[in-house]
């Protein structure tokens, strides 16, 4: 069940385990990308922070919208649209509901997965941060309640499976073979995204 | 990291704060924007033109701003695509009623926020319309990636289409001749250090003492290889043979030529390169009326060159000469 | 030390052969010397103005050579002064008639290698004057020792000579001109990194991580001090003060300024560097129309910037303004 | 007894000591000067080796008289016309006589510590090359014969002398008090030039 409440703490979450792992988010664009996805990121989240502070909704579509918002004109890069996005058609899914089941959760995440790939024109396999939305999202669509400690697993398998990936989209394409053995930013990024939403979730319950 | 700043946070909002206050004459920045665009903007009867991109590549995109080239340019953060909020400011203050072109280096996320800047500009019917510069042919072209990158070629295509928009055309031609600009450019670079991120305090990579990167985008992201540093002469022919051999070229025909520093390498060096193109188009009986030498598009503090050429024809050779009068381009 | 050069031996060689390849129409070498004069030198009726001195400063000399600036450049070997000789093909190749003035940066082996040259000219009847450029306010001035460096505000002098010159005037009155830069203009730089003569193949100097150096020469000769980095603003302050103070300018004074970035310095960082000028020069109600921001007189790929100021009266500001048309310095 | 021969080992021999020490006096131009001391006198002295293998000479004179003219069109800095107009000036004092005296030589040896001081605007004292010059023709002016190994202790004692100097001409004097504690470079390289001419001259006798 997710409340404005929880939404508010998802978004909350999401910012304290991306300024965490700042560096880390740095260190892995700078393998394979131009090393600014760990600022990219903590900009964003610290910005959407602030709005947090500053404004208060009545349901977690309008909290989510204004989250996307904020994502879509401060980040930028690859990142910024793509986060951006996706929450945008996960808020625009969330509607003007007060609260969401698992069920409906799970449907918003489905669109925001679909924004992700439109938006990036991503396809499974490429190295890119669907490689996290699509597995998380498809393996929990249908259940009637997300087993969250499952969720976070598959979360983490999805990232690790970006390591073996010969990079498709996104700037470690660049790189073609050489981007082999590195882990992709935006899918550990993601990792963190529902890692975050977990960890609200289960809070609440 | 040794760089002559104030803090981190506050660069690209200080730059185009020195930029106007260097050139109060010639540039305006929009307010609450990281937006610079011609002093006189909107220009009524002209197509407008925005390019821009992260910042970290000056004098791209702000120093190509003025009469015959952009109204407009969007700087994002360091090697960060620019959002599409102040993308979509550009547009509306450089429309002049006769449409805006968007030139745009092919990178996903510039992609991605410029197109959803003009989202948001058809939206309020402003017509708009897009090139991707897609020059460096470092990375092999696949239909199943997002393609090659766009590099210092983009400059060739502001001139260009800034020309033919200077002379009143309409909308979808000077589209497309930014077209046939991208169809006939080629670039490729190399690297002798790296460059690093202000942000991120610590160099994007690492060369050993003896080693060079061929093929290096603009943002350090790696090339072809990596090899034991090469003389110029002999880095010269990788280059210019990788960009040649993807255009259909034959002796006598007429090309422009960019050597483009990336940042830290001396003009002497650049020249010294020059010095073995000429002789490479000389035997490939390439005319190449005056070499464009200097840093066009950069990599911050990176040292290393671009090589890029065009295929002239009749009308783009018109437009290539034709005047302007921007910070860091002038012609006529 | 990594650099895209072939034989260190041949640099200024293939740097020279390199920018009349790539500027044909321009510049032109005079066979089997190191100077480079303008295509259609010697211009009749008009002074010739021939300035030079060691590489490695790029784009000074040559880039300066062409209509309303310089009629030669003579190169030496890297940070190492021409010889008489090379001066001496220099200006019998501009002499127009009218005589030939020399611009020379106040360094003992220019001053001397010059002087032989002019003794040389003279003893061929050709009537040649000559100027010393010291604008470097970094080292104390003394009548006991050779004085104060020249460095990039010499291009100031080559702008409005070259001018005047230009015009027809005498060459005692471009002399005059000249002078009155001279006594108007003052400079002073800084760097965070040395630079690595290529034949010596070792850094001139080092500087720890968190060191910068003020007052450095465009040779990496030491300056004032040694101190922990600073701020961009801060360092624009000490290089303004000490600049201003050795200058005789009132609120509502009218100045010409040089952002000079020394290498390897991105123009981003020269842009923030100008930002904080900016304000500098506004508390002093000092009108600056539009400041010069970029790489003017380098010290290889040495990080660093100079700061350079001139006061302008009616008719140096007439002259700065007046059209130039050459490869670094485009005006009108 | 300066012959012509003299005169050429004189020069060979210089050449020899500023190819074994150009590190050296890079070195020491790389502390208080520009660094290409070392560069700027190798060139100078393998033009002039290249020189003297295609030409020869009549006369001491008309040997150090072709030397410098390569000095002067060669070396460029400040070392070229410092060491191009010594010795012209001692060229033009041997004249066309076939065999220098000592007494010759000394008379030569202070024209080209005048044009030193003349080109240079030197006076002693100021930390140039001037300071190695100006002592070992004081010395041993007026002299009937040359104590060779006197003046090459003279010369290395003259350079040592620049070391606590405050320098106030050429580059060093940029430095003003922190040129204090180093040698200057031209002082070092004249101080070969004088042992190259201390070699030369007591292998002759
Ligand atoms: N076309 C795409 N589709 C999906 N995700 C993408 C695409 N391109 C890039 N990404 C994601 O974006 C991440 C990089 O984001 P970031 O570093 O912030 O932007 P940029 O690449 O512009 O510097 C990549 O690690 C990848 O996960
Ligand atoms: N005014 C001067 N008078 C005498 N000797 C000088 C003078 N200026 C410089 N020198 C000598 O020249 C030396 C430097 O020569 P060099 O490095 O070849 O030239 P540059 O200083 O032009 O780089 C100094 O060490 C000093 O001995
Ligand atoms: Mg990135
Ligand atoms: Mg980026
Ligand atoms: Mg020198
Ligand atoms: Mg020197």
């Known amino acids: 069940m997710i409340t404005t409440g929880t939404a508010k703490s998802w978004m909350e979450n999401f910012k304290e385990l991306i300024l965490e792992n700042k560096d880390e988010l740095t260190t892995l664009d700078q393998a394979i990308g131009d090393g600014d996805h760990g600022i990219n990121m903590a900009r964003g989240v610290q910005e959407m922070d602030k709005m947090l502070q500053e404004k208060t909704f009545e349901t977690p579509g309008a909290l989510l919208k204004a989250a996307a918002m904020v994502f879509i004109s401060k980040i930028g890069g690859a990142s910024g649209p793509l986060y951006g996005s996706a929450l945008m058609k996960i808020a625009a899914e969330a509607g003007d509901k007060a609260e969401l089941t698992d069920q ?3 449907a918003c995440l489905d669109a925001g997965k679909k924004a992700v790939q439109q938006r990036g024109r991503a396809e499974t396999g490429e190295k890119t941060m669907y490689d996290v939305w699509d597995p998380v999202v498809s393996t929990f669509r249908g259940e009637e309640t997300i087993d969250w400690e499952a969720l976070k697993t598959t979360a983490q398998q999805a990232v690790k499976s ?6 498709k989209k996104g700037r470690a394409a660049y790189l073609g073979a050489r981007s082999v053995g590195h882990t992709d930013p935006g899918a550990f990024s993601s990792r963190l995204f529902f890692e975050a939403l977990a960890d609200a979730a289960q809070k609440e319950n | 990291m040794k760089k002559l700043i104030n803090h ?9 704060d020195g930029m106007t206050a260097a050139h109060p004459n010639r540039l305006r920045r929009l307010e609450g924007t990281t937006v610079l665009v011609r002093k006189d903007a909107p220009v009524t009867g002209k197509v407008g033109i925005v390019s821009g991109g992260g910042s970290g590549h000056e004098p791209a995109h702000a120093g190509y701003v003025g009469p015959g080239m952009l109204d407009g340019a969007v700087a994002g953060e360091v090697f960060t695509s620019p ?10 203050a450089v429309n002049g009623g006769k449409g805006v072109l968007l030139v745009i280096k092919n990178y996903t996320g510039d992609v991605m926020n410029f197109e959803m800047a003009a989202e948001l500009a058809e939206a309020e019917g402003i017509q708009v319309r897009q090139v991707v510069v897609n020059d460096d042919v470092a990375v092999e072209d696949s239909s199943f990636t997002s393609g090659r990158r766009g590099i210092a070629g983009t400059v060739l295509v502001h001139k260009i289409a800034g020309a033919k928009a200077a002379e009143g055309a309409a909308l979808d031609d000077v589209h497309a001749v930014a077209e046939s600009v991208i169809k006939n450019v080629k670039s490729m670079g190399m690297s002798l250090s790296p460059c690093t991120v202000p942000a991120a305090g610590k160099p994007g990579f690492t060369l050993g003492e003896k080693e060079m990167e061929i093929g290096t985008g603009i943002h350090g992201e790696p090339g072809v290889e990596r090899t034991d540093i090469k003389p110029a002469a002999e880095t010269a022919e990788i280059l210019f043979h990788k960009v040649f051999q993807e255009m259909n070229m034959q002796a006598g025909d007429e090309a422009a030529v960019i050597i483009n520093g990336l940042g830290s390498t001396p003009l002497m060096e650049l020249y010294v390169f020059h010095h073995a193109i000429d002789r490479l188009l000389k035997d490939k009986d390439i005319r190449v009326e005056e070499a464009v030498v200097g840093e066009w598009m950069t990599s911050l503090e990176m ?3 671009s090589f890029t050429m065009l295929k002239l024809d009749d009308t783009l050779k018109k437009l290539l000469d034709a005047p302007s009068d921007t910070v860091s381009w002038k012609r006529g």
Not at chain 2, 83 to 92: H, L, R, Y
Request: aromatic residues 4%; charged residues 25%.
């Open chain 2, 303 to 305: 040292a290393g060159v």
């Open chain 1, 162 to 167: 970006t390591v073996d990936m010969h990079a």
């Open chain 1, 104 to 106: 409906d959760l799970l």
């Open chain 2, 83 to 92: 959002t599409p909020d102040q993308v979509f400011e550009a547009i509306k």
């Open chain 2, 8 to 16: 981190v946070d506050n660069i690209v909002d200080e730059m185009l």
